[in-house]
């Protein structure tokens, strides 16, 4: 159990076009979903919780405007980077939390690894 | 935003032998999460521990809570050629808040 995806795994975008990338808990329900951002042979950065239903609550220094978050549902947490450029280019992870008897957990998904040209 | 400071960096042992990392914080934290990442794929997660103290195993990997709350460390016994990858702790102040990643330790093992 406690299985999360994300979609695409890799995407190749131009300077100024939007892409989405989608993360799904698969086999559990999740009103909480976390954004990461990790630049390669660095930690991950959280950029934003994701909650089913309301406004997605960004951390410091990250632009909700650029970053759009959309939790439309108890599986799906959607984030839309905007009008993107290469300094964006990045690994993005998502996790969702799984709460069994009390116990909340984050499980992470596979990533996506965004470039743009 | 803030990290939690890992050591070592990165380590480079023999088959066989057992490893031991660390993390620390400047701040108190609730729960401790060890997760292990490999090349272009997410966290996956070891070991949580929720109370100061706890000592907690999974396998060969024995992980513990700082009793001041503050640190936690990992120990790997008999490492195996698919314990390569990045180690990174994390601190949690309540069960459905962020997570504060440490700074990660990779884990190389020379054949």
């Known amino acids: 159990g406690a299985v999360v995806s994300q979609h695409p795994s890799r995407v190749i975008c131009k300077s100024g076009t939007s892409v989405k990338i989608e993360c799904r808990s698969l086999?559990?329900?999740?009103?909480?979903m976390f954004w990461y951002r990790q630049f390669p042979k660095k930690s991950l950065m959280l950029m934003a919780t994701s909650n089913e239903g309301s406004k997605a609550t960004y951390e410091q220094g990250v632009e909700k405007d650029k970053f759009l978050i959309n939790h439309a549902s108890l599986t799906l947490s959607t984030l839309t980077v905007t009008s993107a450029h290469p300094e964006d280019s990045s690994f993005y992870i998502c996790s969702a939390l799984w709460s069994v008897s009390s116990t909340d957990t984050q499980y992470f998904g596979p990533g996506t690894r965004l470039t743009v040209l | 935003g803030q990290q939690l400071n890992q050591s070592p960096q990165s380590m480079f042992i023999q088959e066989g032998e057992d490893v031991s990392m660390n993390c620390t914080s400047s701040s108190i934290f609730n729960t401790w999460l060890w997760y292990k990442q490999e090349p272009g794929e997410g966290p996956v997660l070891l070991i949580a521990l929720y109370k100061a103290g706890e000592l907690t195993s999974n396998g060969r990997l024995t992980a513990q809570f700082g009793i001041t709350r503050k640190d936690s460390f990992l120990n790997i016994s008999a490492s195996i050629p698919s314990d390569v990858g990045i180690y990174f702790c994390a601190g949690q102040f309540g069960g459905n808040e962020k997570l504060t990643f440490g700074t990660g330790t990779r884990l190389t093992i020379i054949p």
């Open positions: 086999d559990f329900q999740a009103t909480t």
